[in-house]
Structures are given as structure tokens and as C-alpha cells.
């Protein structure tokens, strides 16, 4: 049974950070209409800002899970701004493309210069150690990243579907000369959107470095995961991506343990089969 306990713990951690990134891709998608394959090399550039701002400029993890967002987000405004906005209107492949060679640019430039082991990231002193919960041996850092994740995905859930400038995102994209209208700059709100997308991947690089190591290729390890979970949730769903994101980490533990040949395949099983049943995902809508 503790190994049991071991590989759910395993698989809502790794839920955790599909949550994350899928969320960040279905705000993409959702409201600017972009298939954004850089998704994991943003991913892995949040992981080495943190590592960057700790060995460089002493700065520790608590700091970095507020720089290395803005950071991301930053640069990922400054692709939107220069490269997808030129995009508009055309047919989804022409992003998938342009994100694409993008992420090899990034990995590339990056592999080049760190290699491909990984780098270590030490766990905040905070959240070293663990708890006995009779059953199990919880590490502190590991119970720390599911919370932390669960309340960011709730809090963008949140700004996208209940406030007032989620209403205006929601509407830019539906309808964005009627938007313009109301004195609203669209193109300012897209990039804005863009930005808090990659932030969001970049947030989930930072709690990933001190488990998984800081690593060029560490967002091509987990892309096409995270993408079968946004086609599982329903692209562009928020809250779809959410709920699968966690679910199919937790259901992978489950495989590792149960039928381990299977664990690296149980996700892409599970998109074929609901992609039979809901061509447009569990949570998605027809267009």
C-alpha cells in the first residue's frame, strides 16, 4: 500500500504540473486562437530563471516564484508583439509551426550553452523535510507544489470566467471591433493574455526545478502530454484543462503501479478514446 500511496503522490504531483502548463496553453488558445508548441520551452526558460537569479544574483526560490513569471511573460509578450501577431486570422497551423521553430530556437540556444544534464535547484530550507501521515511519508516540497498549483488554477479560473476583465477577454476574442468600440485596446489585452499564459508555464518550470532538475530539454519531456491533456479537457476550456490536468497525472500513478508498461502510454489510450466518443473534448463546446 505505501507504494501505492508513493505513485499517487508521484502522479498528483506530475498532475500538478500538467495542470499548469495546459491551463497556461487552453488561456492561449481560448482567447487568442493560438496552437502555442513553445509552451515547453517557456516552461524550461522559467526553470532557468529561477536557477539564474539563485547562482547569479543570490535571489531564493520565494522571490523567484515572482520574477521568473514576470520574466517569461515578459519575453513571451515580446514573441506575441513581433512574431503571432502577424498570425491573425490565418489557419492554426501557421502557429503551430512559427511556436514550434521557436521551441527548438530556445532549447537549441540553451543546450548549447548548458548541455543536456541537469542542473541542480535546491529546495527552500521552508520546505525541506517531511511528515508522517501514518500511512505514507509525506515530503513537505511535494505536498507544497500540489496546493500551491491547485490555488493558481483556481484563482486564473477565477479571472477568466468570473471578473470583469475576463469578460472583456472573453468578448476581444468573440467580437473585437465591438470591444475597440468601447474604447478597449484589443491588441494591448491580447498581448497581455499571451503574457499570462507563458507566465503561467513558467511558474510550474519554478516548482519543477528543485524535483526534476533544471534541464534545456525539460519542456520537450512533457509538450505533447500537456497538449493530449488540452485535447482531453477541450481546447480552450479553463476548467477542463484544470480537472484533466490533475485527473491524468493521478490515473498515470495509478498505471505505474498497477501495469507500469503502460504508463507512458495511458494518456494518449485515454485522448483516442474520448476524442471517439467527444470529438470536442470532455468540457469543450462545438464550434
Not at 23 to 37: D, E
Not at 47 to 52: E, I, L, Q, T
Not at 131 to 136: A, D, K, S, T
Not at 144 to 173: D, N
Amino acid at each position: 500500500m505505501q507504494a501505492l500511496y508513493a505513485q499517487l503522490l508521484v502522479g498528483l504531483i506530475n498532475g500538478s504540473f500538467y495542470a499548469l502548463l495546459s491551463l497556461g496553453l487552453a488561456v492561449i488558445f481560448g482567447m487568442l486562437n493560438i496552437i502555442n508548441f513553445a509552451h515547453g520551452a517557456l516552461y524550461m526558460m522559467g526553470a532557468f530563471v529561477a536557477y539564474f537569479l539563485l547562482n547569479l544574483g543570490g535571489i531564493n526560490y520565494w522571490w523567484a516564484l515572482i520574477i521568473a513569471p514576470v520574466v517569461v511573460g515578459v519575453f513571451g509578450m515580446i514573441l506575441e508583439r513581433t512574431m503571432l501577431q502577424w498570425l491573425a486570422g490565418l489557419d492554426h497551423l501557421y502557429g503551430l509551426l512559427l511556436t514550434f521553430g521557436i521551441a527548438l530556437i530556445v532549447q537549441g540556444v540553451f543546450q548549447n550553452y548548458f548541455g543536456s544534464s541537469g542542473l541542480p535547484y535546491s529546495i527552500p530550507d521552508q520546505l525541506k523535510g517531511g511528515m508522517n501521515l501514518g500511512f505514507m511519508f509525506l515530503p513537505i516540497y511535494r505536498g507544497w507544489v500540489v496546493i500551491f498549483s491547485l490555488v493558481v488554477c483556481i484563482a486564473t479560473w477565477f479571472l477568466i470566467e468570473k471578473t470583469q476583465l475576463g469578460a472583456y477577454l472573453r468578448a476581444a476574442t468573440e467580437n473585437p471591433t465591438l470591444v475597440r468600440a468601447f474604447g478597449i485596446n484589443v491588441p494591448r489585452m491580447i498581448t497581455l493574455t499571451y503574457g499570462l499564459g507563458v507566465g503561467l508555464a513558467a511558474l510550474a518550470g519554478v516548482l519543477s526545478a528543485p524535483i526534476n532538475q533544471v534541464r534545456p530539454l525539460m519542456g520537450a519531456d512533457l509538450i505533447i502530454v500537456v497538449f493530449a491533456v488540452v485535447v482531453i479537457g477541450g481546447m480552450g476550456s479553463i476548467m477542463g484543462s484544470i480537472i484533466t490536468g490533475f485527473a491524468l497525472g493521478v490515473i498515470e500513478g495509478l498505471t505505474k503501479y498497477f501495469y507500469p508498461e503502460a504508463s507512458n502510454t495511458v494518456v494518449f489510450v485515454l485522448m483516442v478514446l474520448v476524442l471517439l466518443v467527444k470529438p470536442t473534448g470532455l468540457t469543450g463546446r462545438a464550434a
